[in-house]
């Protein structure tokens, strides 16, 4: 297994805050853009800076095989502590997307089996982390410890999803993961919405709710 180089560009965010903190995780999401499923979040700490696992990056820049060896490598790896939450659809359609993805990354920290005492978190501020943490937008690719935490929560939704392929195979998840491609939303208009659909997401709040049709005949 190599590692990445101890003056990888991707490691300045965690050597910036690494004199004051001891336990920094990197917090990342998947999945708030699907019409099913649930947002998963998760939270990686390497308390070894020097056994982060080389090829750590952006989740969407890698591959589905490259992004399941990282995971399998980020899980093997001792030095790395790992949390995984996810919120579930009933969730979402009650709060928002917006609160669901608050609430799966604050349950991500909590779940680390090692407190963290500081957070590097990919994308806009977020409320409601249990520890302080600073906000980068795109840093899955300027952090190895938010990338890390990027390819969890990805391949762990995946998974999610292919379980639920098993239980739901008409809506063939395994190919979209929940995604509202043009399969997808041709699969549920034929088929109807099942419990994992997202019911305020599109297309499926208007496929449950089509506007009325006119009534009558129209005389020109």
Request: one cysteine or more; hydrophobic letters at 40%.
């Amino acid at each position: 297994m190599d590692f990445l180089s101890g003056n990888s560009e991707l490691l300045a965010y965690e050597l910036k805050w690494g004199g004051e903190f001891s336990f920094i995780a990197g917090v990342d999401e998947a999945g708030r853009g699907c019409c099913a499923g649930p947002v998963c979040a998760a939270a990686v700490i390497f308390t070894d800076r020097s056994r982060i696992p080389a090829g750590v990056n952006d989740s969407k820049q890698l591959t589905h095989k490259q992004r399941m060896e990282l995971r399998e490598a980020i899980l093997a790896e001792p030095s790395a502590l790992t949390g995984v939450a996810m919120v579930d659809q009933d969730e979402i359609d009650r709060t928002d997307i917006l609160r669901a993805t608050w609430l799966a990354m604050r349950n991500a920290i909590l779940a680390l089996p090692h407190a963290a005492d500081f957070a590097l978190v990919d994308g806009n501020p977020v409320k409601g982390l249990p520890v302080p943490s600073e906000s980068i937008v795109k840093g899955d690719a300027k952090s190895a410890s938010i990338a890390a935490a990027s390819i969890l929560a990805k391949t762990s939704r995946d998974l999610f999803m292919l379980e639920a392929a098993k239980q739901y195979p008409q809506y063939q998840f395994e190919v979209h993961k929940g995604y509202c491609t043009k399969l997808h939303t041709d699969l549920i208009r034929q088929y109807g919405p099942c419990p994992l659909h997202r019911k305020t997401f599109e297309p499926v709040r208007s496929i449950l709710n089509p506007p009325e049709s006119v009534q009558g005949e129209v005389d020109f």
